[in-house]
């Protein structure tokens, strides 16, 4: 292996691989990055078994080859280069040799035979969804998947086709069952949806780092309890997780007693004070929502107490609940308007929040007993 | 106790004070911070008994009064605020009530009885010194003192004054056994220094943070094993540790038989390369001084090796030695030139580095043995 590459464009790559690689497993090959000098460029692939990235970047190859370094150490020594041209070799030993200006280094590898395969994919529908759009699905469902529940269906995200007089989209939905997501995104193609289909916590992260850059469109392929999402020059692969989904729309609230209009901003300054008190992250927080007020107040023993008094429009009559601050926080941070409508139906039963102008998500909190 | 204050006044003010109190202390009236409302305006005081802060804030008191609370919780709120106003009382059972805007807040307090002493203060001398001089000489020394150091005289900074042809200064002088760094600064007046005075590093790091804004006089006094930094508004007082500076004299090298001219960017990039490879903070890199080039090379079985070129001036002969790549990354840090200047003596003797163009600071770096 013989090639010159930008050291921008490797660095640009190399950075691509940082979430996707292990550090602290127990099998230290997975904290590699594979690099493959071939007639097209330099392919840079990293992998944990459960997810996989493939970079293809432009390099000046004078020899193919392959080689696994470790990913951190290499992209560490790359943005830290001064020169714009980096010559990597593969040297005697399984060593990757690398010279820019007056640095040289020496690195060990692994070889390419010792590096995990990226399985077969066997597309059985191909869709392409723009890359802001992908965005904002796992950015609006994210903070709502549990984090190693042991109600397995719970550590990811479920995928669904919603298909009626709007049109074809797809769901992404997420629950810890204590509040759920739910966000729509339209595509073109097929996209050979099968139950059971979770994307776990991990993919989602590395998904929302990887789709950076501008709007463009993805193609999205779906094969037997994988995804592939490719755009120029990046593939991204993953497993599914292969859980039951609880049946969210059991959960939905079926009436509206209370419509509350609110302004995010507001609402959002007001919640970050309240926090400030509120250390324990499951404790009930008071709302009081009257006519043309919302009062949001909490009292703590050692900490203190707050009381906020925010403006609202409500139609239906009074009612006080206990809500999850941090939940309604995490709400707010991912609604894209200024303002955010909650429909209440009882003092126990599950709130639904939404963007008044937008039909693309909606969110439900479950209240909290007041002491 | 009754007042107005701006938020951005009292906001500036508790953010001062954030970095005296202690937070993890036995002793809970430490993580607060005490308000003193008198005819002046708003008096905060934070102390945990070895430093201590009072500020002198513009407020509009209607009645005279003082509590104690929590002082991070306290600027959590007051940051948090969005009308520019703060109203604060002194309410029933020693609370702290704060109104602002639509926000109400009662905070639980602690009688000023119960709040620690500022200790009276004897002023032996006083002198001025501009905070952009002691800051300068706080961060060329910081880095320097030994962190909990069984030899006592180690953990904190020695103070000593300079009187020669060049004038009246004030030196301040750390080191941890393997490295060294002295500082210089003119000042006005007198300083009444006497042995056995170290600052502290908690003083060193508070001291930092304090002097920000426009460079303006600070009056400097030095008390019985206590020193007291005044300006308009802001009093910094903190006790000294009692402790024997080592004879620094004693290690400062005697001969220069090799004189280094070395760009200080381009060294400090092939410093930060290297130093990506060598994980162990006590790793020997070896240094190979020849003329008008030095080679930085460094050898790890299990990370690889590294060989950096970098142009110099050499006086004198070739030269190998080894340093530890973090002590030089620090001196770099503070430089002001561009240019840095390293005397050699022989390969194991102590290395004096300083800006060639300044005789405001000097730094001596230990060499390690090469494997």
């Known amino acids: 292996m013989e090639l010159y590459i930008d050291r921008n464009e490797l660095s640009r790559g190399l950075a691509r691989v940082q979430g996707v690689v292990e550090r ?24 944990d078994t ?12 004078e020899k193919k080859g392959e080689l696994a370094v470790d990913a951190n150490n290499l992209f560490q020594i790359i943005r830290s280069l001064t020169e714009p041209t980096v010559h990597m070799t593969l040297g005697a030993g399984q060593r990757l040799e690398i010279k ?7 690195l060990p590898g692994v070889s390419a035979e010792e590096y995990p395969a990226i399985p077969a994919f066997n597309a059985q529908g191909v869709a392409t969804m723009n890359t802001s759009v992908i965005r904002r699905l796992v ?24 298909n009626d007089e709007d049109g074809r989209r797809l769901r992404m939905v997420a629950t810890d069952g204590h509040r759920l997501s739910a966000s729509e995104g339209t595509y073109e193609g097929d996209l050979a949806i099968t139950p059971r289909m979770l994307i776990p916590r991990k993919a989602l992260n590395v998904m929302r780092k990887l789709l950076d850059g501008h709007d463009e469109g993805v193609e999205m ?15 991204f ?8 989904f609880p049946d969210y729309q059991a959960v939905m609230p079926t009436e509206c007693k209370h419509k509350v209009l609110i302004n995010c901003a507001v609402l959002g300054n007001a919640l970050k004070r309240v926090g400030i008190l509120i250390q324990e992250r499951n404790r009930s ?30 139609e239906g009559e009074s009612i006080e609940m206990g809500f999850n601050v941090r939940y309604l926080q995490d709400i707010l941070s991912v609604l894209p308007g200024n303002t ?26 479950m209240p909290m007993r007041l002491d």
């Open 24 to 47: 602290r497993s127990t099998s230290p090959v997975l904290s590699h990055v594979l690099l493959a000098a071939g007639e097209d460029g330099l392919r840079v692939t990293a992998t």
């Open 50 to 61: 459960e997810v996989a990235f493939i970079g293809d970047l432009s390099a000046n190859v």
């Open 100 to 106: 820019s200006g007056q640095s040289f280094f020496r």
């Open 139 to 162: 950015e609006q469902s994210n903070f709502a998947v549990a984090t190693d529940d042991s109600r397995y269906g719970l550590n990811g995200a479920h995928v669904e086709e919603v």
């Open 221 to 235: 392929a779906f094969g037997e309890g994988t995804i592939r999402l490719k755009r120029p020059g990046q593939t």
């Open 237 to 244: 692969w993953f497993r599914l997780l292969d859980g039951e």
């Open 285 to 314: 927080v008071r709302f009081s929502f009257s006519d043309g007020t919302l009062e949001i107040s909490a009292n703590n023993a050692d900490r203190g107490e707050v009381k906020e008094v925010v403006p609202v429009e409500l």
């Open 340 to 365: 955010v409508q909650l429909e209440l139906s009882h003092t126990l039963g599950p709130c639904l929040i939404r963007d008044p102008s937008s039909t693309l998500a909606f969110f439900v909190v």
